[in-house]
């Protein structure tokens, strides 16, 4: 286990629910994982992804940018 224990429950998801947290299809989160981005996830088993509710959030704030950069910077 890495870090301390949290005094909450471990929210695990599917990617249904990580689809419809982050307004994307649920082919883009499974496209995220195969080419290795978006939340950290883990293998309960043969063919069943799970995501801790805790990524899933660190994951948005890692995405958080103060501005926008112009046309120019990109």
Known sequence: ???KAKNHPV???TDIHV???LNVSVATIRNW???G???RF???GAGSIRYRLDDVIEYVAAKLRDE???QEER
Do not use: T
């Open 33 to 35: 994982r195969a080419v």
């Open 1 to 3: 286990m890495r870090g």
């Open 19 to 21: 689809a419809l947290l």
């Open 37 to 39: 981005g978006g939340p």
């Open 68 to 70: 926008i950069p112009d």
């Open 42 to 44: 883990c293998r309960m």
């Open 11 to 13: 929210y695990l998801l």
